[in-house]
């Protein structure tokens, strides 16, 4: 499989705080994947993300997304992807319809086109009862699910996923995860961040742990656990390998 | 194209949808013309037509008394008293009842004020008949004037001024029969009692202007425009406040990542804020020409040059809409951008000449209202109003306030590039 995404020892350091953000991380995702960036709070899978989405500026390295590098070819990319951002990173004051209407036509869709597209998704998700109701009113589960269509209206080759089940209950969980295995079939690659082990061990064909910056270890979750001895979870061997140390 | 269309619908959504901002942008600045219209009309006929509350002690029977108590009750500036609740009043319950502001100014005739002015008049008039020297300051008679405390000293000197007018009028009526009196006295002619024309030297009041002559400009040219002005800066707030909620809810971080230039989002903005500028100023305009008489105001007259107006409209909006979109890309929160603006406005108002006229300010703050981009709207909208000017003459006030705009938007993409995307 040709590579989505291939990242070549970037670093990334804040201003104002000398620990690197990312330390000379390579990474390569091959198309059509369910990638899990996984690690604990601060190891630099958001600023990762941020980077690969054209968010961030990097110090050094390559990246490159399809074949098109980043920033020179940051327009090409962005018609590439799609992000779902941890927070619900939409109108308020607008309508379901209406938000996903605005973020489809900013990225090109138009007339029937753009309908189809917002009404299917609405039914997928189980929203088109809700379509006309401002976001102001909806419930947390909604929130995150019409958070997750605004993100993947357009068909995106690379969706990319900042924990897009935090707080949400089983039941949205369970579509929003049903949802995502669906697109993936249809061929969009998915890079996806989470705390939560156990969705990630269902959800990803291939894992990547970060820490401090760094790649601690990557592959197949079913591989992984089998090749480590005492570990019968993803979660176990999360903890064997980037330690029970508390990270604030 | 397209995708600025869609960002467009965006924003004009977003801003119908704030009740209360819309209401702030556009109910407030009627009210605030209205209002301050109606206060400068008042106060430009407080001294012809208030009807001050004035409570009046005439100790004086003879004519000084009754020339005092005649002038200070003809109909319009006073609205004289006697007594307190039918009680007749002495000096001390009239210093009590102007104290606690019952009554805004209390006059005080003395006793004998008329026999001493006559006396005193009659001496200047014989000594001057038989060449003596004259005193000037013996026996001066003294009438009482008591203010209320919270009067201010502008309006205190209006009315003194007024009360002068009327005792040199009654002084004058004394020293002229006086003359006439010495006159028969030493005249084998006698000189009949003539009554002593007044307003000899009569001034006509007028606007200096090269195309009208003699027309007047109203409370309604000066006070439209500088409100307007004020009602326009004032979306800066709004505007500022919209970027910043933007940047807070996240849905900034994922316009940036759609293929659409920060220009699309930035202009995107200033078209809808733009056309609200506009509303407000037809809206100010209208409410000047058609509300405003039916109110009993003076009915605006908008000038000679739509042209120079539209073009002086479009360059305010668009110097508000620089400043708004400044702080809103520079403040970090919402709060820290309204009180920013609010107070920032009304800082650039009052130095702008927004309040007090620029003339009148001290060299220093003549000198900063240069700066303030509500004067350079301000003096456009009079050389429009007021002067009657065409285009040419708002020039320099369009150019500075485009100036002002595209250094606002420079600046406020430069730091948004170099403190938010970091790229």
């Known amino acids: 499989m040709p590579a989505a995404i291939t990242i070549q020892h970037i670093k990334k350091t804040y201003r104002g705080n000398p620990n690197p953000a990312i330390d000379g991380l390579s990474l390569s995702v091959a198309q059509g994947l369910i990638f899990g960036l996984l690690g604990p709070n601060g190891a630099g899978k958001t600023t990762l993300i941020n980077i690969l989405c054209g968010l961030r500026a990097f110090d050094a390295g390559e990246v490159y997304i399809h074949g098109y590098s980043l920033p020179g070819q940051l327009r090409e990319i962005k018609q590439l992807i799609g992000f779902v951002p941890q927070e619900i990173a939409l109108y308020p004051m607008l309508t379901a319809y209406e938000n996903l209407k605005v973020f489809g036509g900013i990225f090109g869709l138009r007339g029937a086109a753009l309908d189809r597209s917002v009404n299917e998704l609405l039914v997928k998700f189980g929203l088109e009862q809700s379509k006309r109701r401002y976001l102001k009113h909806f419930s947390g589960g909604m929130k995150r699910r019409i958070n997750l269509i605004a993100g993947m209206l357009h068909r995106p080759k690379i969706l990319f996923l900042d924990e897009p089940t935090a707080g949400v209950d089983v039941q949205s969980k369970n579509l929003i995860l049903e949802n995502l295995r669906e697109i993936n079939r249809q061929g969009t690659t998915i890079i996806y961040t989470s705390h939560y082990m156990e969705e990630a061990e269902m959800l990803c064909s291939r894992v990547a742990f970060i820490d401090e910056g760094k790649l601690v270890c990557e592959g197949n979750p079913a591989e992984m656990i089998r090749h480590s001895p005492g570990c019968a979870s993803l979660e176990m061997l999360y903890l064997q390998l980037t330690g029970k140390k508390l990270r604030d | ?423």
């Not at chain 2, 605030?32 to 029977?61: G, K, R």
């Not at chain 2, 004037?145 to 000293?153: E, L, M, Q, R, T």
């Not at chain 2, 009360?163 to 002619?189: C, G, K, M, Q």
């Not at chain 2, 520079?330 to 620029?358: D, K, L, N, R």
């Open chain 2, 1 to 423: 194209m397209n995708k600025f269309r869609f960002l467009l619908y965006k924003d004009f959504l977003l801003l119908v949808r704030d009740k209360a901002g819309l209401a702030m942008m556009f109910l407030m600045p009627v009210l605030l013309v209205i209002i301050m219209t109606y206060l400068q009309d008042s106060t430009y006929h407080a001294v012809h037509e208030s009807h001050i509350p004035l409570l009046l002690l005439n100790h004086d029977t003879d004519s000084l008394g009754a020339t005092i108590e005649k002038q200070i009750g003809q109909p319009g500036i006073f609205d004289v008293h006697k007594t307190i609740n039918g009680t007749p009043v002495t000096e001390e319950a009239l210093i009590k009842a102007v104290a606690q502001g019952d009554y805004k100014v209390g006059v005080v005739v003395p006793e004998h004020a008329t026999m001493h002015i006559r006396k005193n008049v009659k001496r200047y008039v014989t000594g001057a008949f038989n060449g003596a020297s004259l005193s000037s300051v013996a026996d001066s008679v003294q009438v009482a004037i008591y203010f209320d405390p919270v009067i201010k000293s502008s309006f205190r000197t209006t009315l003194m001024s007024t009360l002068r007018e009327y005792a040199v009028r009654t002084e004058s009526d004394f020293l002229f029969n006086e003359i006439i009196s010495e006159v028969n006295r030493l005249s084998p002619v006698t000189v009949a009692d003539i009554q002593l024309a007044r307003n000899q030297v009569k001034f006509k009041e007028q606007y200096a202007s090269m195309d009208h002559p003699g027309k007047m400009p109203n409370s309604a040219q000066h006070n439209v425009p500088a409100w307007s002005m004020f009602a326009i800066f004032f979306i800066t707030i709004s505007l500022s406040g919209n970027i910043i909620k933007e940047r807070d809810d996240g849905s900034y971080t994922r316009l940036r990542v759609t293929p659409c230039p920060y220009s699309f989002y930035l202009f995107s903005k200033i078209a809808v804020y733009f056309g609200v500028c506009l509303l407000q100023f037809v809206a100010l305009m209208l409410l000047g020409i058609f509300i405003f008489p039916w109110l009993g105001l003076p009915a605006l007259d908008f000038g000679i040059s739509f042209f120079a107006l539209a073009l002086m409209c479009t360059s305010s909006a668009l110097a508000a809409i620089g400043y708004g979109v400044l702080i809103g890309n520079v403040a970090v929160t919402h709060q820290q951008a309204a009180i920013f603006a609010s107070i920032s406005v009304v800082i650039m108002a009052a130095i702008g000449g927004v309040w007090i006229p620029v003339f009148v300010m001290p060299h220093v703050m003549q000198l900063l209202s240069c700066i303030s981009p509500l004067n350079w709207g301000l003096e456009g909208f009079y050389a429009i109003f007021v002067r009657e000017g065409n285009w040419a003459s708002v020039l320099p006030e369009c150019t500075a306030s485009l100036l002002f705009f595209g250094l606002c938007i420079g600046a406020a993409i430069w730091y948004n590039k170099r403190k938010r995307i970091d790229l």
